[in-house]
C-alpha cells in the first residue's frame, strides 16, 4: 500500500471465544464454527491443539488416515512437530514454526501424526488448523502439499516492533513461500508488549484474525487469548497494539459469497456434491494410504 493512503483502521464487530473440545488427550479449543458463526467466508474452521506437554511413550496425535475434498488445510506447528502423509504419495515432518499447506481439491486422504521421536520422548506441543475453503470452480482441483519449515518463512521486522512471518501473499515487496489458488494472504504475528502495527488489508477482503496467546488491542478493543476477532470489512488497515507479549495468526482473502454444503471433511456447494464426494471415498477415487 503506497505511504501517502489515508490509512483507516477497521471496526471490531465481534469478538468469538474458542469452545474447549478436547480429542481425547488432546486439548482442543475451537472457535471456527461457533456460536453465531458459521464461518467467516473463505475461513471455514479452526482448531487450537495445545499447549500442552506430552510425557515419554506417548500415543501422540490421534488424525490417522481420513479424507478431504473441496478446500485447503493450513497447519500452523507452533511447537512440537507433527508428520504427514497422504494418499498423493507426501510425506514429510515439519517441526515448530513450520507451516503445512494442503490442497485436498478433487479428493486426498492425509495423516498427520506425531513422528517416532516425539512419541517416544514426548515434549511440549501446540498447533493450530484452519480450513480454507475453495470456490466452486477450484473445488475440483489437483490435490497438493507443502511443507515449510521455519528457516524457508520469511520473518519481517515491522515498524511498530512487531514481527511477521510470511507464508502466502505479499508484504512490502516480499513474497510468501506458498503460491495459494485464491490469493489468499495468511501469516503469523508475534509481538512484543508495547508493539503498535497498523497492518494494510485491501477494502472488501474477509480479515482472520486469531488471538494465540496474550493481551492485544484491536481498533481500540481489547482482546483476550483464544478469540477470533471479527472485523469489518471497510477500512484499509487493522490496528494492534499488544498489552503483553502476544501471538497471532493474521490472514484474509476474497469473499467467496457461495453456498456451503458440509459433511464431515467434505466442503462442497451443493447436497449432491456432497453425496458424490462419499461415494466416490467409499469407491477409492481419492487413492489409499497405509501407514
Same mark, same amino acid.
Do not use: C
Given at each position: 500500500?503506497?505511504?501517502?493512503?489515508i490509512?483507516?483502521?477497521?471496526?471490531?464487530i $465481534?469478538?468469538?471465544p $474458542?469452545?474447549?473440545d478436547?480429542?481425547?488427550?488432546?486439548?482442543?479449543?475451537?472457535p471456527?464454527?461457533?456460536?453465531?458463526?458459521?464461518?467467516?467466508?473463505?475461513f471455514?474452521?479452526?482448531n487450537?491443539?495445545?499447549?500442552?506437554?506430552?510425557?515419554?511413550n506417548?500415543?501422540?496425535?490421534p488424525?490417522?488416515?481420513?479424507?478431504h475434498?473441496?478446500?485447503?488445510?493450513?497447519?500452523?506447528?507452533?511447537?512440537?512437530?507433527?508428520?504427514h502423509?497422504?494418499?498423493?504419495?507426501?510425506?514429510?515432518?515439519?517441526?515448530?514454526?513450520?507451516?503445512?499447506?494442503?490442497?485436498?481439491g478433487?479428493?486426498?486422504v492425509h $495423516?498427520?501424526?506425531s513422528?517416532?521421536?516425539?512419541?517416544r520422548?514426548?515434549?511440549?506441543?501446540?498447533?493450530l488448523q484452519?480450513?480454507? &475453503?475453495?470456490?466452486?470452480?477450484?473445488?475440483?482441483?489437483?490435490p497438493r502439499y507443502?511443507?515449510?519449515?521455519q528457516?524457508?518463512?520469511?520473518?519481517i521486522?515491522?515498524?511498530?516492533g512487531g514481527?511477521?512471518?510470511l507464508?502466502?501473499?505479499?508484504?512490502?515487496?516480499?513474497?510468501?513461500?506458498?503460491?495459494t489458488? =485464491?490469493?489468499?494472504?495468511?501469516?503469523?504475528?508475534?509481538?512484543?508488549?508495547g508493539?503498535?502495527?497498523?497492518?494494510?488489508?485491501?477494502?472488501?477482503?474477509?480479515?482472520?484474525?486469531?488471538?494465540?496467546? %496474550?493481551e492485544?488491542?484491536?481498533?481500540g478493543?481489547?482482546?483476550?487469548?483464544?478469540?477470533?476477532?471479527?472485523?469489518?470489512?471497510?477500512? &484499509?488497515?487493522?490496528?494492534?497494539?499488544?498489552n503483553?507479549?502476544?501471538?497471532?495468526?493474521f490472514?484474509?482473502?476474497?469473499v467467496?459469497?457461495?453456498?456451503v454444503?458440509?459433511h464431515?471433511?467434505?466442503?462442497?456447494t451443493?447436497?449432491?456434491?456432497?453425496?458424490?464426494?462419499?461415494?466416490?471415498?467409499?469407491?477409492g477415487?481419492? %487413492?489409499?494410504? =497405509?501407514l
Open positions: 500500500m503506497p505511504s501517502d493512503t490509512q483507516s483502521a477497521r471496526r471490531v $465481534a469478538q468469538h $474458542a469452545k474447549r478436547d480429542i481425547g488427550d488432546l486439548v482442543t479449543r475451537r471456527l464454527p461457533g456460536l453465531g458463526l458459521d464461518q467467516l467466508d473463505p471455514l474452521f479452526l487450537h491443539h495445545g499447549p500442552q506437554v506430552y510425557p515419554a506417548n500415543r501422540g496425535l488424525f490417522g488416515p481420513h479424507p475434498r473441496g478446500f485447503e488445510t493450513v497447519t500452523f506447528i507452533l511447537a512440537g512437530s507433527l508428520a502423509a497422504d494418499s498423493a504419495k507426501h510425506q514429510s515432518v515439519i517441526n515448530a514454526g513450520g507451516v503445512q499447506w494442503m490442497t485436498a478433487s479428493g486426498i $495423516a498427520e501424526i513422528p517416532p521421536e516425539f512419541l520422548d514426548g515434549g511440549p506441543l501446540e498447533i484452519l480450513w480454507v &475453503n475453495l470456490p466452486s470452480r477450484l473445488k475440483m482441483s489437483e507443502v511443507g515449510l519449515q528457516q524457508s518463512i520469511p520473518a521486522a515491522l515498524p511498530g514481527e511477521l512471518n507464508i502466502a501473499g505479499q508484504w512490502q515487496g516480499s513474497v510468501g513461500p506458498i503460491e489458488l =485464491t490469493g489468499v494472504f495468511m501469516s503469523t504475528l508475534a509481538l512484543p508488549a508493539a503498535r502495527e497498523q497492518l494494510p488489508v485491501a477494502p472488501g477482503r474477509q480479515v482472520f484474525l486469531y488471538v494465540v496467546e %496474550g492485544v488491542t484491536v481498533g478493543e481489547p482482546a483476550k487469548p483464544h478469540h477470533l476477532i471479527e472485523v469489518d470489512r471497510e477500512g &484499509n488497515s487493522v490496528e494492534i497494539e499488544a503483553s507479549d502476544a501471538r497471532l495468526v490472514g484474509h482473502g476474497e467467496i459469497d457461495e453456498p454444503y458440509s464431515g471433511p467434505f466442503v462442497m451443493t447436497r449432491e456434491e456432497i453425496i458424490q464426494a462419499v461415494e466416490d471415498y467409499q469407491n477415487k481419492f %487413492g489409499g494410504l =497405509t
